[in-house]
């Protein structure tokens, strides 16, 4: 609060400044800001596997897609949370907002052979999971695979 004073000493002279003080409220923004910019990166799965590229359209990720990913050394995850092959349908049954006739993105490492990816993908067949996508990262069309060591020319 504000007060002005002059050389009298009279009660009138007294005048209140009606100035909304903003400081208070900019630090609060700023540290939802901080606390959004935090939180953010953890909302997104963080599993660490080398996808393959591909030069194919990128199409819209819905609101909340279910992962399933196969590791390098062949573990299986749903989400985040690492799980049995045996546990997998009985897993994805339990996650909430799930059912049959959405999309399962499947997520495989380069190093993972053809085989255990299709076993996977039959075992989610098998359970009324029809409805896969795979995922890879987005590549630029005719661009050598960098992942590989390329032979020399001479």
């Not at 007060?3 to 009279?10: P, Y």
């Amino acid at each position: 609060m504000a007060v002005s004073i002059s050389e009298n000493d009279d009660d009138d002279d007294f005048a209140e400044s009606h100035e909304i003080n903003v400081t208070p409220f900019i630090d609060v923004m700023l540290v939802l800001l901080i606390i959004f910019m935090v939180a953010a990166p953890l909302s997104t799965v963080d599993l660490p596997i080398d996808l393959p590229t591909s030069s194919a359209t990128p199409q819209k990720k819905p609101d909340k897609p279910t992962y399933v990913s196969i590791k390098k050394d062949l573990t299986v995850a749903v989400g985040e949370e690492l799980v049995k092959r045996a546990t997998l349908l009985s897993t994805l049954d339990a996650v909430p907002d799930m059912s049959k006739d959405k999309y399962v993105f499947l997520r495989a490492d380069k190093a993972v052979p053809y085989g255990e990816l299709l076993g996977v993908m039959e075992l989610l067949r098998s359970g009324g999971y029809t409805r896969v996508k795979l995922v890879a990262l987005e590549g630029v069309p005719g661009a050598p695979d960098t992942s590989q060591p390329q032979p020399a020319t001479p």
